[in-house]
């Protein structure tokens, strides 16, 4: 069972930047497909981001052009690059790992490993 832990959250004025990381324990992280989620308070927790196995990337509307999903095989880690943050982008984030075929990436049922969430706070 792989583990996920998040790090990398914090407080940051509207317009900077924030680098989460996803550590994972196990020895298959290269065959799940990583993904971002996250949840403000009072709302249902979203999509952001997801990197399959081979790479190919999606985004939610919201994160495209200033979010950037990555990952590093031999470091069993994914990464959320966020920039120009806005107080909306204000919630706990979660990574989550999924493996199987037919992925949407975005669907969280997909998802059978979570982290425990780091909060990323923007303030206005």
């Known amino acids: 069972q792989m583990q996920l832990v998040e790090s990398g959250g914090g407080l940051v004025q509207a317009g900077g930047s924030l680098k989460l990381f996803c550590v994972a324990s196990?020895?298959?992280?290269?065959?799940?497909?990583m993904g971002w989620f996250r949840q403000a308070p009072g709302k249902e927790r979203e999509f952001v981001a997801a990197?399959?196995?081979?790479?190919?990337?999606y985004y939610t509307d919201s994160a495209k052009g200033r979010f950037t999903i990555s990952r590093d095989n031999a470091k069993k880690t994914a990464y959320l690059q966020m920039n120009s943050l806005k107080p909306e982008d204000t919630a706990v984030y979660y990574c989550?790992?999924?493996?199987?075929?037919?992925?949407?990436?975005?669907?969280?049922?997909?998802?059978?490993?979570w982290g425990q969430g780091t909060q990323v706070t923007v303030s206005s």
């Open positions: 990197i399959s196995v081979s790479g190919r990337i």
């Open positions: 196990g020895r298959t992280f290269g065959s799940y497909a």
């Open positions: 989550a790992g999924a493996i199987g075929y037919g992925l949407t990436y975005v669907a969280q049922s997909e998802y059978k490993n």
